[in-house]
Structure formats: structure tokens, C-alpha cells
């Protein structure tokens, strides 16, 4: 069995056997990993609490016929850690991780999404901003990078400039009066702006958006994301939209 190291964020964990996990880990290079960490829930265990959701590490594994067996971890950034002390930022967290590795099992594009999750878990950690902007501003990075960008400006079957009145989900973004079809959303304006500020980087932008528009645009996230997924995200239940 060779032996090898990566970077990876620990995504989730469930028990296995009396004193073992599984850990599905995000790696760095090899994307999605599924690993049983032996003797983790045991109180001498040398790395358990290094193997929690959120945090990221460096890691030493064996690599099996079914499952991988971790060896060895070094904690690079104990983001889990400062996470899990606000609710907010937890919730948000939970459906980062839970999304990044369904995108990851259906798209291509593990390293990306590596630092793109990365970077979205250091700002829940760092409280830089508003936790349900992180995450909605990492769904649509994610979705992006997945291959699934949205538009919210231009008109995305026809390219009419923007910015337009309507969204349709399936068709992946802002639609014209003439591409309109039925089943449309009709979003304020500052809703689509803030969404579009959201994936562009423009934090100023979008910290100065009204609650109203948040929620607004936290609905439409939601919908474009399920819709690409083809089912929920179980985290985002938990998330608050007030």
C-alpha cells in the first residue's frame, strides 16, 4: 500500500466501530479522500480532535482497496476550532462543506474548490464578514468554478446588456423581456446587484446591501444551487435567513 501526504480539509466524520472514524477529507491534489482514522474517539488519541470538521490539516495516509488509512496530521489552520463557537458561522460552514463535496463528486475541479473553501472557511473563522454573505458569496464561487455561472446582469440566453427584472434558474441567470419564460423570478434589482457583488469580490458593495435584499438573494442562492445539484443541500436548512 503506497504511502502518501496531501493538504485537506476534513469535510465530515462518522463512527465507525467502537474507537474509529471515517473522515472524508478535501485534499489538495487528490480531491476527494475517504479515510479511516483509527482510535480517534479514544481520550489518548494522539490527532482526534485534528480531525474535525472545518479544520485544515496535513496529512499522512495509506492507500487502501476501499478506504485509505490516516497515519499521520498536522494541523495547518484550525479553522474548525473558532467556527464552532458561533452558530452562524457553524451553520454556514456545515453547508460550505457539505457542498463543496457534492461538487466535488460531480465536477471535475477538486483543487479549485480546495481554495476556494479554504479561503471561505478563514473568513468565518477571522468574522470578516457577515456569515450568510460567505457563504452565499462561496456558493456562487463554487458553482462557478464548477462550470455553472450565473449571470446577473446581462441577459444570459441572448447576452442583452443589463441589468434585466427577471431570473430564471434553469436558465442559469438574468433573462430579457423576450427570454423571459414562465416560472421566472422577478428580484429587486439591488438583489441581483448584490448577488452579482457577491461573486465578483466586491465586499464593500455587498456589506452595505439591506437585510431585505439578503434574504431575497439567499433564496435565489438556494434555488440555483439545488437546481445544478438536482437536490438540497441538508445544511442549508439549518442556516438562519432573518
Request: net charge positive.
Amino acid at each position: 500500500m503506497p504511502l502518501y501526504r496531501d493538504a485537506a480539509i476534513v469535510l465530515r466524520t462518522h463512527k465507525l466501530g467502537e474507537a474509529d472514524r471515517i473522515i472524508t477529507l478535501l485534499a489538495r491534489e487528490r480531491g476527494l479522500v475517504r479515510a479511516v482514522a483509527k482510535g480517534v474517539r479514544r481520550t489518548k488519541s494522539k490527532f482526534g480532535a485534528r480531525l474535525e470538521p472545518g479544520m485544515v490539516v496535513d496529512a499522512q495516509l495509506y492507500e487502501g482497496r476501499n478506504l485509505d488509512t490516516v497515519t499521520q496530521v498536522e494541523v495547518l489552520a484550525p479553522y474548525g476550532e473558532a467556527i464552532a463557537r458561533d452558530y452562524d458561522a457553524w451553520t454556514a460552514a456545515s453547508a460550505m462543506l457539505e457542498t463543496a463535496e457534492r461538487l466535488v463528486e460531480a465536477r471535475e475541479s477538486s483543487r479549485a474548490q480546495f481554495f476556494l473553501l479554504a479561503g471561505g472557511l478563514a473568513a468565518l473563522a477571522g468574522r470578516e464578514h457577515d456569515a450568510g454573505l460567505v457563504l452565499d458569496a462561496f456558493l456562487l464561487r463554487s458553482l462557478s468554478v464548477a462550470g455553472w455561472a450565473p449571470s446577473f446582469r446581462d441577459c444570459v440566453r441572448c447576452g442583452e446588456p443589463g441589468p434585466h427584472k427577471a431570473f430564471n434558474v434553469s436558465a442559469g441567470g438574468a433573462v430579457c423581456p423576450s427570454c423571459r419564460t414562465p416560472g421566472s423570478a422577478a428580484p429587486a434589482l439591488a438583489t441581483l446587484a448584490l448577488l452579482g457583488a457577491l461573486l465578483e469580490g466586491d465586499w464593500s458593495s455587498a456589506e452595505a446591501s439591506e437585510a431585505v435584499h439578503r434574504r431575497e438573494g439567499r433564496g435565489l442562492v438556494a434555488a440555483f444551487l439545488q437546481w445544478h445539484l438536482e437536490r438540497g443541500v441538508r445544511s442549508l436548512r439549518l442556516v438562519e435567513r432573518s
